[in-house]
Each structure stands twice: as C-alpha cells, then as structure tokens.
C-alpha cells in the first residue's frame, strides 16, 4: 500500500512538473518581448482560433449599450493567454467513473479511498493539456460574458461591484485552471439557488453577502452530506467537472474552496480562493475561499463549512504568506519569469500577493553576501517539511535584499543564486511581533544547557487530549463488571511516570484503565506487566462497547495495539473504559498509560540528533539515545536556530529557539 501510495505522489509530482513546463513555455513564447498592444498579441497567439474570438469582440462592439461587455470581453481574452485545460479523452473517462464511483452508497472515507484508486490509473493526464485560447469558442464566451452581466444587474450582492471587482471575481468563465468547459453555473444555480430563494424575506439582511454565505455553508454541507477531512487528505486530481463538483460528499480544503468558489460566481456573491503556499511554523500549505461583501469588506472562510465568514487567520495560524488566485495575469511575476536566472521557482502568473490584507507585514532590506552570485533576483524562505522552501522573490541592491509583504512573527532565511544552485546568503532571522528584526547568529563563546521534551509544537488540540487523561484509574477486580474494583493508581496531573510502580501482591482476573468523565475513553496505549516480568502481559481485550467517534478510532482494541498513533476515541463521554481479561487472576505491579497524542514527545529508546545553523548549514551538537521524557544537550552556542531530529521514526520537526529556559518552535497557531 505504501509503494502504491508512493508510485502516485511520484505520478501526481510529474504530472505538475508537466504542468508547470507546460506553461513556462507559454510565457516564453508570450511574455519575453514588451507588448504594446495586449488583445491584438492574444489574437495572434490564438492562432487558428482567432476568429472564435473576434466573433466576441464585434458580437458586442456592435451595439452601443454592450460597450461595457465590450471591455469585459477585451479583458478576458488579452488575459487568456497561460490559461489551459485538460483535453482528449482521458479526463473524460476520468469523471465518468468517478460519476459512477458517486452513484454508490460508499461511506465518504471508502469514496475518497476509491477516488484515489481512480484518480492513479489517469496519471498522464498532463500530457494533453491544451491552451483556453485555442479551444474556446464564440458561444461559450458570449454566454458566460452575458450571464456574469446578468447577475451583476439582477442579485443583490454583487451590484457593490465596480467594473475591476466585477472582472476579478464574478466575471471569468471558469473559477480554477483545469475547469471544464460546462455549463458550470447553471448546475451550480440549478442545484443550490433554492437555498437563498427559499429562505424567508428580510429587509434587512436580503442585501447581505455575509447572511447568503453563512446559510449556503451550512445547507449546502447539509445538502450533499459533506465529510471533511484534513488526514488522511485526497491527493488524487481534482474534480473540475460541476456535475461532478456539485456531488461529492468528501472534502478537503482545497476541494471545498473550488466548490465555493463556483458556487458563490453561478449565484452571483463575488468571490476568491486565496492559498497559503507553506505555514511558518508548521508542515503543510492550506486554500480557502473568501467573499467581498456591500460594505467593501474581504470575508474569508477559513476553516471548512462549518466555520462563519471572517475566522481572522491571526487568531488561528500564522501565514508568511498568503497569495489570491485571480483570472488576470500580474505583471510583476511575468517580469521574474522572464527575466529571472533561476527558473525552479514554481509561480503562476495568475497569484497576486495579498499578505498585508490578513497580518501586518513589514517591507525588508535584509543584508546579505553577494559573492559567487549570478543574478538580481534572491529569494526569502521559511521551513517547512524538513527543509528551506523558498517563499517568495525579490531584488538585490548593492549588499541588501529587497522584499515587500513579509508577515510578522516567522523565521526567514534568505537565499541567492550561484548560476547552479540556490545558496544561503543571509543569516536567519527572526520578524518579532512588533516589527523587530533579530538575527540568529551562534555565539560560541556563552553556552548553556538546555533540556527538550518534544521535537514539535504541541497543538492545543493535543494538550486536550492529554489533559483528558487526569482523574482517570487503574482499577482491578475478579468480576468482569468491576463489581468491588480497587483502585490502584488516580492520575491527577499531565506529568506523570513513564512506567508506574503500584504496590500490589494481589492477583485479579480482570484489570482496566476507567477514563474520566467527559474524556469519550482518550487513551492511546494501556500496558500491564505482570509481577517479576518485563514482557507486556496479553489478554481477551474488554470494555465499554461503543462506536467509535471517526475513522482514526479503531475502539476499545486501539489500547492495545501497540501503535500510539490510534487511539480510543468513543461516542459515549463518561463511564467509559478498556482493559484485559487474563482468564485467570494475575499480579500486576507495574502499568503505563499513553495518551492519546501526535507521538513528537521524547520517546524513551529512541535515538536523537540536535543541529544548530551556522555558516550557512545545520551541524550536529551530538546524538542521544533517551533514557527519559526529557533530553539534555550541554555546551550549546546561544542565540542558535535549532532542530531536534528523532533518527528513529516519524517526520513532524519543526525549528525552535531556546527563550527563558523553554523551546519557542515557530509553528503554526491551530485549533
């Protein structure tokens, strides 16, 4: 399973590589020469479909009263151009059996599952893109033009629009590259515009794009019984069919993004999906989508359907940056990709950066060494996924670099290039909260001890799940319903010993771990030892029979399956417990209980590496093997940006600095 799973994202990497090339060839061809006359330079690059789109042009330049879709069809075509979709027949049987797929009665998990399986059989899909401007037809175009018009004229969140707003986000006939050519606002109205017309009439709020969103989140992930799923998460490729769209009944992210996005343009609330291409302070990327309200106001909602527009990101997340997808092409990132030396930065040319409307941001002049350096442009990074991946681009001015829109409260390395390689150039640094920049320069002559208990953030999520264990016991009885248990062991505290020692020479049938009220049975391991034995003893699994509560739970036997990773999870809240029925009655004098957790505390018997950056690259400060919950490292250079490594197993790390005797990891702020 995991060589298919890797097979895929290999599959799934080249076909983006493909993308990606695909395109950069379109802009070479496009961008490299200055265009005085953008639409006639569209025009000649249609080519054989040129015609198509002058049919556009004197379909309205002809009547004086379609002087405005006039214009808007100029916009759409001179921006064209570096927009493509998929052709031939692959991505047609693609949707057709996942159409099929979502006629079954699957479980949303088993349908995301299967969609996967689907999803790898098309890999080369990327092979037959085609570019929008030589396939597009006359019809389609005039329909789309004429229905955005229509909305802008008739629904009443949208006529706060002004022409460039009405172009940016209602406008474009499709709401994400690799759409179908469809009907896709007639499915979507067809499907969900009942919802707002059905809804009973106010004066007050009928105007309101913040009240048509919050009841379309909410009906609609009633409507299509919407499962979302942040792990394990759908990587196969996208569905961008609307018949397809408009059913699927699991989610991610990015799927509900695309889904909103069409859904809110076909019923005509202006709208956006905006991205955050990597955290700061932690693994991953995430994609939302956002509507522009009657009082000129951005309301993005950021976590999923079930959350109310305007969720400020800076309350649950820190972005370095955070870029809107837009129809348009941005001039500024054609400069780069023309111009540029190095050309692995992945950027499309239809993002725009729009940081400073989400955090505060500060304008940098970061100094830096130029030797060896064989261009202009330098690139600023954050870490994420055990590495430096580059954030963005910017210019070198003498012996600074230049870069606009950095967020506050991140750890940045700035890189340049070598005319092989991007090379750190800069020390790593630190944009406080305030505004402060402090550089991470080791100082080899004060060092310190320093003592680490994990190698990742700890979410709130995961101190609620530990905290859930205080107040639980270690009971023993000879009746399997614990009739006159004794109580050895009450936790009452997150701090507690790995292994604990109770005095017992007793034998019992039946031992348990008897979870607190309100913990749902939160436990990830439960292990016995009988007496003068080091082996972990085994039994008939016993307990509180319940379902449980989502797909990582595998009930009552996760206590005991020697993975800390699945855990105990059930629907019922209290009066819940797992535990062994030995057959025959045992002394058992020692016990440990694992909470339910992420597994990035120090694991005991696991092997450790702690590095320091220093001269542009991480060295080691020696190897460990942990003895106890906590690790200690002597004689380390302060004012050092660290990594703690476990060489054993897992693949959550994140940097951190040491401040005020505790790890500051600088990861992302979560629910």
Not at 159 to 184: A, G, I, N, T, V
Not at 350 to 357: A, K, L, S
Request: charged share 25%; net charge positive; hydrophobic share 35%.
């Amino acid at each position: 399973m995991a060589n298919k799973k890797m097979s895929k994202n290999r599959k799934i990497k080249k076909t983006q590589l493909l993308v990606f090339s695909f395109y950069i060839l379109v802009l070479i061809c496009f961008s490299c020469v200055e265009r005085q006359n953008y639409l006639e330079d569209a025009l000649r690059f249609a080519g054989e479909n040129r015609t198509e789109l002058e049919k556009v042009l004197a379909h309205y330049r002809q009547n004086p009263v379609d002087s405005l879709k006039y214009k808007a069809a100029v916009f759409l075509i001179e921006n064209m151009p570096g927009h493509y979709s998929y052709s031939g027949d692959g991505i047609r049987k693609y949707y057709k059996e996942i159409d099929s797929l979502l006629n079954t009665n699957n479980s949303a998990l088993d349908m995301m599952l299967e969609s996967e399986r689907i999803s790898n059989k098309y890999s080369n899909l990327a092979a037959n893109l085609v570019h929008d401007i030589h396939i597009i037809t006359s019809d389609y175009l005039i329909r789309n033009i004429d229905d955005a018009f229509k909305l802008w004229k008739e629904k009443p969140w949208a006529e706060h629009l002004d022409f460039d707003q009405f172009c940016d986000f209602l406008l474009p006939y499709k709401c994400r590259e690799l759409q179908e050519f469809d009907s896709w606002r007639d499915t979507m109205a067809i499907k969900f515009s009942s919802i707002l017309e059905n809804r009973p009439y106010n004066d007050l709020l009928h105007y309101s794009v913040y009240e048509a969103t919050s009841v379309l989140a909410k009906s609609v992930l009633e409507k299509l019984n919407i499962t979302e799923f942040s792990t394990p998460s759908f990587s196969g490729y996208p569905f961008l069919s609307a018949s397809i769209q408009s059913r699927v009944s699991f989610s991610n992210c990015y799927i509900t993004a695309d889904l909103f996005n069409c859904i809110m343009r076909a019923l005509g609330i202006p709208s956006a999906v905006d991205y955050i291409p990597m955290w700061g302070r932690q693994n991953g990327k995430h994609s939302f989508y956002v509507v522009f309200d009657e009082k000129g106001n951005q309301l993005p909602v950021l976590w999923g359907l079930a959350f109310q527009p305007w969720d400020p990101v800076t309350e649950k997340s820190t972005a370095p940056k955070i870029i809107r997808k837009k129809y348009k092409s941005n001039e500024h990132i054609k400069e780069y990709q023309s111009k540029s030396k190095y050309k692995k930065l992945q950027l499309s040319v239809f993002d725009f950066d729009v940081t400073d409307m989400y955090v505060k941001t500060e304008e940098l002049s970061i100094p830096v060494s130029t030797k060896g350096l064989k261009d202009k442009y330098v690139y600023i990074s954050v870490f994420n996924n055990l590495q430096w991946d580059m954030l963005d681009f910017g210019k070198l001015n003498g012996k600074k670099a230049y870069f606009t829109k950095i967020a506050r409260d991140h750890i940045y390395l700035v890189w340049g290039y070598n005319g092989s390689n991007l090379v750190p150039i800069s020390d790593p640094f630190i944009i406080r909260s305030n505004g402060n920049i402090e550089y991470l320069i080791p100082d080899n002559s004060k060092t310190t001890t320093i003592s680490l208990e994990r190698k990742n953030p700890k979410r709130k999520s995961i101190a609620i799940y530990e905290s859930r264990m205080n107040g639980g016991k270690i009971q023993a009885s000879n009746h399997s319903d614990f009739a006159n248990a004794e109580t050895f062991y009450v936790y009452d505290s997150i701090s507690f010993p790995d292994i604990l020692n109770i005095k017992n020479n007793k034998a019992y049938r039946y031992w348990r771990y008897l979870s607190p009220a309100g913990a749902n049975g939160n436990i990830a391991e439960v292990e016995f030892y009988p007496l003068n034995s080091d082996k972990i003893a085994r039994g008939t699994v016993i307990g509180t029979d319940d379902v449980e509560k989502d797909y990582l739970s595998i009930g009552r036997e996760a206590a005991f399956d020697g993975d800390i990773l699945t855990y105990v999870d059930f629907i019922t809240a209290d009066s819940t417990w797992v535990g062994l029925d030995f057959s025959f009655p045992v002394v058992i004098n020692r016990v440990r209980c694992t909470p339910r957790s992420d597994d990035n505390n120090i694991r005991i018997g696991d092997n450790y590496e702690l590095f320091y950056w220093i001269n542009g690259q991480w060295n080691s400060l020696g190897v460990q093997t942990a003895k106890e919950k906590i690790l200690y490292y002597n004689s380390v250079p302060s004012n050092s940006l660290l990594w703690l490594r476990n060489l054993t197993r897992g693949k959550e790390e994140r940097i951190f600095t040491y401040e005020n005797g505790k790890q500051r990891f600088w990861y992302r702020r979560k629910k």
